[in-house]
């Protein structure tokens, strides 16, 4: 059984217009510390981030990290706190100088471009969302809003305008005159989005830009990044700590731990196969049955299989398909392509459901 | 480039500390007081030994080398100024005639006839007119309703012009102070190297008397408003270079990382983020300048700055008290008047920030209304003898001087004896033995005990400091008059520890003493020096007593409120639990709050020492004697000019001296780190 390492629902449309990735990233590096220039490339680089901060006094947030991002993804990545994903986002739009390795984002090489283009770069081509929303306090919303668009020295009125654009799309009418303080918190995050997007970015990075929030309103959030990236189509890399969050807004997840990449891939597949211990545990309270696709839960076809089962997609999602699995008298056909490629039967359907609540028991 | 610091604490989280931390200092302190007590011990041994030999004492008129050495600089400071000679000295007199050309366009605008008008531009009603929409303008009608009342006293107690020339000396001085100190503390806040440098510089500047810098000034820039202005605006400038860099280092780390990635300029970030962000701070210090500026300008009626300094000076010299006191009143009132200004000031620009356009068209038609009656006001006073010149009556000045002096007569006839006994007592149990063991013990002893002191109380950083001040004071020629300012220093230091704890304790404990008695204090703070000697000067008459009881009470109010604060800081769970284990209330002040304010204790004595050391100064020129009187007969007498500079350079060592000790030893104090 092969696993498929990319799922992008709605990459077709949005690759044509150029072609590459929207954002490659190679071998990055970030170590903060006196000396941090002089562990690449000698054996230390090797070590723990224990043994490194107590050899050389340095430490090693971000290691030799590896990925792309095809346009139009919305790619996740998560990790606990300490585990350097907040600096991994910053080294993708040098908020925070990386100690080695390549960010190219629309073709420019982010890490080595000088100051004059970088700004250019963030005035045009990326924006970000943050966890602690950065309002600036004396401003008003619309005003914050245009901000982007003011530092890179467009007109009152254009700005204006676009910035009242921006304040429907993220449903915040009526509050354009307010101050941010004045706002609730799901409020100023609405805000933050709403600044990030005047700019008309091709890249939007998202730094936990939820868990400042009530579960509720996070919830809602989601649900208006969801909806807004279906209207406006950005390729997103958002960071959360989050593993449901990450599941219901990540084309794929990047799971890290020390400053590592632990597995990256889509939800169904680190949820069928998780790298290590580490990953396992992270998603042991996943609810398998609304992650998992009938590709990670099939069998080969044997020469006694009934034929006259229901016809389903890999794809499908196992709960999606219990109802209809369950009712038939036949096992399921999973059809890739016009052929048969795997059987999922009773069994193994139960399997996910039932192993999932005897999980749930165990675990509490 | 928008490099910001590193999440370090993403990282590593902190280890739990599970050190008792409390002990170790503790126990640290404890055996420093032992250890100052063996000092002390050795001290007196070694006094009773060789007392009055080696004390190097100096004659009243006795010139040294040093001295001489000094006066020559001074007199060839003036020649220089006089011949055209000297690049420096050019430069500093081309400032000082820029300065006196826009001071005097400023009097003749305000206070000084010009030929050929017999009145100055504007008068009283003009100026006040015009003062009410400043103060309306940037800081309400509740302002405008208090500015009016003060400036109206200024000429019902009889010093209109006085108290203008004060205004325009104090506002000339902050303007420039401001432009300069809020450009120095936004590269402060951007450059840690050049903040490096700066700081030391801003620490001596902070350490030094006022008093010290009328010397220099007024050799470089001439007796006059110039060297005042120039004076006042140094002096000033320190507390708005500090806190504009406090205030723009304190801008919130999200938000400028959150409009750096929108890609702004640096200059963008200067001007849209972390100015706005930090002008209610910046405003602050723009306060805290004015106060310093305020106090500076009234004394430089020394070297003849025209303001209310004169009266208050021409009192004291005159024996006419009365005087000196309502121009204290009237100094008073202008430095609540403009600290409330200020603070509202602060206050609003918060609130325009937020509330923007709110109480719009209110607001625009009342600052019209008032503009167009300040013209009419400018225009009456420009025009009209009676609304230019203030009226003599009602005239509140003289009555109430009158009032003071008979007041006075009456306390030095009829209770003379009370004030002289609390006077000896003081004099022979405490000051005399003090002064006598500093004073008239070899120098060497002293030298030797004062730099045992440093090394136990603040360590091997202190020596340094330590050594290289009392080697400057030695190699000065004053130290006999050193050793008798220290004394007064140290013993009116005490008193304001003693204070501080006694009122700060229970400010600390009851909410209601702190609601009671803090507005009073923070008024105090903000009063210059010179006006707490007059009331003293009153009742004790003028001795060196005098200067150190006006000294404690200079001090008080700041050190009273940083015990206060270190109290009420003390952790409500830490009270709470020593509750529950059964703490008497002395238990608790003195087994908890206080060992728990100590570093608060000990800045307060740090700062005690140094606001007492001004004072003492000050008090030079009502009979203190020591240093403060070397520096006074230095401006009187050309002659004595090198021995006034070497004084007020030895004072300067002095306070750098204290300073040092009981910072490093504060900070000794509150770290646990300190075991090493």
Request: hydrophobic share 50%; charged share 15%.
């Amino acid at each position: 059984m092969t696993i498929q390492t990319t799922d992008l629902p709605n990459a077709g449309s949005l690759a044509a217009d150029s072609g590459g990735p929207a954002l490659k990233v190679e071998g990055l590096w970030k170590i903060f510390g006196a000396k941090a220039d002089k562990v690449i490339g000698t054996g230390d680089q090797a070590l723990s981030r224990k043994d490194l901060q107590a050899k050389t006094g340095c430490v090693a947030a971000v290691k030799d990290i590896s990925f792309e991002v095809q346009p139009g993804e919305v790619f996740v990545i998560m990790g606990l706190s300490g585990s350097g994903k907040s600096t991994l986002v910053r080294l993708l739009n040098r908020l925070i100088e990386p100690t080695a390795g390549s960010v190219v984002i629309n073709g420019e090489e982010i890490t080595s471009v000088p100051a004059g283009k970088l700004r250019d770069l963030r005035r045009r081509h990326m924006a970000m969302v943050f966890q602690h929303f950065g309002l600036l306090p004396h401003r008003k919303v619309i005003d914050n809003i245009a901000y982007g668009l003011e530092v890179r020295g467009e007109g009152k009125a254009a700005r204006r305008q676009r910035a009242q654009e921006m304040v429907d799309l993220v449903g915040l009418t009526g509050y354009e005159n307010s101050f941010p303080d004045q706002l609730s918190g799901g409020m100023q995050q609405r805000v933050g989005l709403a600044r990030a997007l005047a700019v008309d970015p091709q890249v939007l990075f998202f730094d936990e830009p939820f868990s400042a929030l009530d579960p509720l309103i996070r919830r809602d959030m989601q649900d208006e990044v969801v909806r807004l990236h279906h209207e406006v189509g950005k390729t997103m890399v958002f960071i959360t700590h989050d593993l449901a969050e990450a599941i219901k807004l990540g084309d794929r997840i990047l799971i890290m731990r020390d400053g590592e990449m632990v597995q990256c891939g889509t939800a169904a597949e680190i949820v069928a196969h998780p790298a290590d211990d580490y990953v396992r545990d992270f998603v042991s309270e996943v609810p398998k049955g609304h992650v998992l696709t009938l590709r990670y839960v099939m069998r080969p076809v044997r020469p006694e299989d009934s034929l006259d089962g229901p016809v389903m997609d890999p794809d499908t999602i196992v709960r999606k398909a219990a109802r209809a699995a369950l009712a038939s008298a036949h096992p399921v056909r999973v059809v890739e392509n016009g052929q048969v490629i795997g059987i999922v039967d009773d069994e193994a359907i139960l399997r996910v459901v039932v192993a999932e609540e005897d999980s749930a028991e165990g675990e509490s | 480039m928008s490099v910001l610091a590193p999440p370090l604490a993403n990282h590593t989280p902190p280890e739990p500390d599970t050190t008792p931390w409390r002990a170790t200092p503790a126990r640290l302190v404890r055996n420093r007081f032992a250890a100052v007590i063996g000092v002390l011990v050795v001290w007196v041994v070694a006094w009773a030994l060789f007392k009055d030999h080696f004390t190097l004492t100096i004659g009243g008129s006795e010139q040294t080398p040093v001295f001489d050495w000094l006066r020559d600089r001074s007199n060839w400071v003036e020649e220089a100024a006089s011949s055209g000679s000297n690049p420096v000295i050019n430069f500093a007199g081309w400032i000082a005639d820029i300065v006196d050309s826009v001071f005097s366009w400023l009097q003749s605008v305000f206070t000084v006839a010009k030929f050929p008008r017999p009145l100055p531009q504007i008068g009283w009603l003009g100026t006040i007119a015009l003062a009410a929409l400043v103060a309306y303008a940037a800081a309400g009608w509740r302002t405008l309703a208090l500015v009016v009342p003060c400036f109206l006293s200024f000429g019902v107690l009889g010093y209109w012009d006085d108290s203008i020339d004060l205004l325009i000396v104090t506002f000339f001085a902050v303007v420039v102070s401001c432009f300069f100190g809020i450009a120095l503390g936004v590269l402060m806040a951007h450059s840690r190297r050049f903040s490096a440098l700066l700081t030391p510089v801003l620490d001596v500047m902070q350490t030094m008397p006022s008093f010290t810098y009328l010397l220099p000034f007024s050799i470089l820039f001439g007796i006059g408003p110039a060297a005042a202005v120039m004076m006042t605006l140094v002096y000033a400038a320190p507390p708005v270079i500090r806190i504009t860099a406090h205030g723009l280092r304190g801008v919130s780390g999200p938000v400028l990382e959150a409009t750096d990635s929108l890609g702004q300029t640096g200059l963008q970030r200067l001007w849209n983020v972390e100015l706005p962000m930090a002008k209610r701070t910046i405003i602050a210090g723009i306060n805290q300048t004015m106060m310093a500026a305020l106090s500076m300008a009234t004394i430089a009626a020394y070297i003849n700055s025209p303001g209310l300094g004169q009266p208050v000076l021409d009192g004291l010299k005159r024996s006419q008290l009365g005087t000196s006191f309502v121009a204290g009143i009237a100094i008073v009132i202008m430095a609540v008047m403009l600290d409330r200004s200020m603070t509202a000031a602060g206050f609003r620009a918060e609130l325009a920030a937020r509330a923007g356009e709110k109480g719009g068209p209110f607001r625009k038609v009342g600052l019209g209304l008032a503009a167009v009656g300040t013209l009419v006001a400018l225009y009456l006073s420009h025009s009209y003898v009676w609304a230019n010149e203030f009226p003599s009556q009602p005239d509140l000045g003289t009555p109430l001087r009158n009032a003071v002096d008979d007041f006075g007569n009456w306390l030095r006839t009829d209770l003379s004896h009370l004030t002289d006994a609390i006077q000896r007592v003081a004099t022979d149990y405490g000051l005399n033995p003090i002064q006598s063991l500093l004073a008239d013990s070899p120098w060497f002893v002293t030298s030797a005990a004062i730099l045992v002191i440093a090394a136990v109380v603040g360590g091997r950083k202190a020596v340094i400091s330590t050594v290289v001040c009392l080697a400057g004071i030695l190699g000065l020629g004053l130290w006999n008059h050193a050793m008798e300012t220290l004394t007064a220093c140290l013993v009116a230091t005490i008193a304001v520890v003693v204070l501080a704890v006694v009122l700060g304790v229970l400010m600390g404990r009851s909410h209601r003493v702190d609601v009671g008695l803090r507005p009073i204090l923070d008024a105090g703070q903000t009063l210059p020096p010179f006006v707490y000697l007059v009331p003293v000067l009153i009742l004790f008459g003028p001795n060196r007593f005098t200067a150190m009881v006006a000294g404690v009470v200079y001090a008080a109010p700041v050190a009273i409120k940083l015990v206060a604060d270190g109290v009420r800081a003390v952790s409500p769970n830490t009270i709470e639990a020593a509750e529950m284990a059964g703490s008497s209330t002395w238990q608790m002040i003195t087994k908890v709050q206080l060992p728990m304010a100590r570093s608060s204790v000990l800045l307060a004595a740090n700062q005690g020492l140094l606001y007492v050391l001004a004072m003492v100064v000050i008090g030079g020129m009502v009979g203190a004697g020591a240093l403060g009187f070397d520096v006074v007969t230095g401006f009187r007498q050309a002659n004595d000019v090198g021995r006034g500079l070497a004084a007020g350079t030895t004072i300067v060592l002095l306070g750098i001296m204290v300073d040092r000790i009981t910072t490093y030893g504060a900070q000794r104090a509150s770290s646990p780190a300190s075991r090493a």
